[in-house]
């Protein structure tokens, strides 16, 4: 991180080379007249410099094999300190910004900011006091996206508690990441007095992009998914009630993810909002779907019905921790109706009941390219479906393809969210909406029960991972949310159900799920997005917010914390070698990691401060 310390002092220029050179004197006139070798000190004995060749190169050979076999891992370094030491916070009394900075522009200084990308690929001091010795990977206060203090509350109260100093260190990079590096843009609807006036007069308006609004990306990638946002934000809802600067930001993202869905409802992914001016980034593929999207304001349009579930629990969530209802807007309203005209498409069956006759499926993708779970078979309508009560997702929230359309994790969850949805509304006095909706969540659970169990040889009842509605179910579950080991999280069905149960061993076992993988350094939940050899950390921090026996959830939390040797969660880590990862900036598994810690913090303390300590709860 460049330091400015305010003018530059002049150049001296270089005093001249002692070593073997060529001079030239000349004369009084100028012209040349001798011209000799002029040698300050004796030359090197041949022997000693063809020794210093071979060391030199025997170093860049071992570099490179070094980076070889890290295959694609971030280099470690160890820069100066921050300039802040440890708590990369400034000490009271201390003016904005770095030694010098008061003297310049901010902008600037966020000019000379690092790709976060290439930051977070690199060990970063102070180090934890941990035997793992793990990096400090927030980027300077000058280059973050978004602060809170009650954030920086949280991180020193839970960290100064933890016995585990290398758990403390990744809780302390990964809760704050999504504020520190993703928020690229947030605007928060103008002053608190334009604010009042517009509750008079502009809230009952159908306003494109009023109000408070937030675009918030994945990570590495200048798109916005529904899905992930909503997760990245999660473990800060508890916060919005008293902090106004996190109650904007939620309230923003919700109004953004409205504009998006009453857009593009069958897309997941999005560009930067047109408001915010910043330029858009085409995705590179050849892709053809119906119905069509702007690609200026689409990135990708691959339809997961979990998208919509999670614009559904984003606003769900706001409201369970605040009681605010600023967020039902009529462009909120006008998302609502979209989704349950989007919900009411994907129900309809492959053959019309009565006739038998085929019909066509408003939504269909095709796109170029050499991998199956890339793209829809038939012509990008997929396998055929028989109804029931189910809902049609085209592709998982792993964005591969679904085999079989109607998608059991996402199902359960949409179900949940329209019945949340349909409280809230019944308590400001929506009572037809409110009974509509929650009807739809009935009949779809009762869908999920009656087609997503079957009975398995060796587990029993347990729930499929997709099923067709003709008889047809596909047993695995997938790393990426909502997935089978997520139901209880998601307020599905509680731990203790037989066949949550049932399904839980059948998906944790290699016998049970195809995708279930072990390697010497981790073992966990893969899927088919990355391969047969990386498991995702996200799916072992699930599997301790679904568990309630402590050896579990500490070799959970054990495994995750070896394979991030870089103070980060990772997207998947090769289950044999952990420096092979993908992705170094991964916000959505940093946020899942923090939720992980915050909830075994009130849940299970002694895990994580020791014997006998009382439950943390954020205030």
Request: glycine letters at 8%; aromatic letters at 10%; one cysteine or more.
């Amino acid at each position: 991180m460049p330091q400015f310390a305010g003018p530059n002092p002049p150049v001296k220029p270089a005093p001249p080379l002692r070593s073997s050179s060529l001079r030239q004197e000349r004369s009084a006139a100028g012209a040349p007249s001798i011209v000799r070798l002029v040698t300050s000190q004796p030359r090197c004995p041949r022997w000693i410099t063809s020794l210093f060749v071979m060391i030199v190169l025997s170093v860049i050979i071992l570099s490179a094999l070094a980076g070889f076999f890290l295959d694609g891992a971030g280099a470690v370094s160890e820069p100066p300190e921050n300039v802040y030491g440890p708590t990369n916070h400034p000490p009271p009394g201390t003016p904005p910004g770095p030694p010098g900075m008061q003297q310049q522009d901010p902008d600037k200084y966020k000019e000379a900011c690092p790709d976060y990308r290439h930051y977070s690929a690199i060990a970063h001091r102070p180090f934890s006091d941990g035997p793992l010795a793990l990096p400090f990977q927030r980027p300077s206060i000058h280059c973050r996206t978004f602060s809170s203090p009650s954030v920086e509350k949280v991180i020193d109260e839970i960290t100064s508690q933890m016995t585990d100093k290398d758990l403390a260190r990744i809780f302390e990079n990964a809760f704050p990441n999504t504020l520190d590096t993703t928020v690229r843009w947030h605007v928060d609807g103008t002053t608190k007095q334009a604010q009042k006036r517009r509750t008079q007069a502009e809230k009952d308006a159908d306003t494109e992009w009023a109000g408070a609004q937030s675009f918030i990306v994945t990570g590495d990638i200048n798109a916005e998914w529904l899905r992930d946002s909503t997760n990245q934000l999660a473990q800060y809802q508890i916060l919005a009630k008293k902090d106004e600067r996190i109650h904007s930001l939620i309230l923003g993202a919700i109004n953004t993810q409205a504009e998006f869905v009453i857009g593009s409802p069958y897309c997941n992914a999005f560009q930067p909002p047109p408001p915010s001016r910043i330029p858009y980034t085409a995705n590179g593929q050849g892709d053809t779907v119906h119905p069509a999207y702007e690609p200026t304001f689409v990135f990708e349009c691959k339809y997961e019905l979990d998208s919509l579930a999670h614009f559904l629990a984003l606003g769900n969530q706001f409201y369970n921790h605040t009681g605010s209802t600023d967020y039902i807007t009529p462009r909120w309203w006008r998302a609502l109706n979209t989704v349950l005209g989007v919900l009411d498409q994907q129900s309809q069956p492959t053959f019309d009941p009565k006739t038998g006759k085929y019909q066509r499926n408003q939504y269909t993708f095709q796109r170029e390219t050499n991998i199956g779970t890339e793209t829809l078979p038939l012509a990008g309508v997929g396998n055929p479906l028989n109804g029931g009560g189910l809902i049609r997702s085209a592709f998982r929230p792993s964005d591969d393809a679904t085999i079989l359309g109607y998608y059991i994790p996402a199902n359960a969850m949409i179900s949940v969210e329209l019945k949340r949805t349909a409280e809230i509304l019944a308590k400001i006095g929506k009572m037809n909406l409110a009974k509509e909706l929650k009807k739809r969540g009935n009949i779809i659970e009762a869908a999920v029960w009656e087609h997503g169990v079957v009975t398995h040889g060796k587990y029993g009842q347990v729930f499929a991972y997709e099923v067709d509605g003709f008889g047809s179910h596909i047993m695995m579950d997938d790393a990426n949310l909502p997935s089978l080991l997520a139901l209880p999280t998601m307020g599905f069905v509680g731990i203790y159900h037989k066949t949550y149960q049932n399904t839980r061993k059948m998906i944790l076992e290699n016998s049970g799920n195809p995708y279930y993988l072990r390697g010497r350094a981790l073992s966990g939940i893969g899927g088919p997005h990355i391969g047969l050899q990386n498991a995702w950390p996200m799916s072992l921090l699930m599997q301790a917010m679904t568990s309630n026996d402590d050896m579990e959830i500490s070799q959970a939390l054990s495994s995750v914390k070896n394979v991030s040797r870089l103070g980060l969660v990772h997207e998947s880590v090769n289950v044999d070698r952990p420096m092979a990862y993908t992705r170094s900036w991964f916000a959505w598994a940093n946020s899942v990691f923090a939720q992980t810690i915050l909830d075994l913090a009130n849940r299970k303390p002694h895990l994580l401060f020791g014997k006998d300590a009382k439950p943390y709860t954020v205030e």
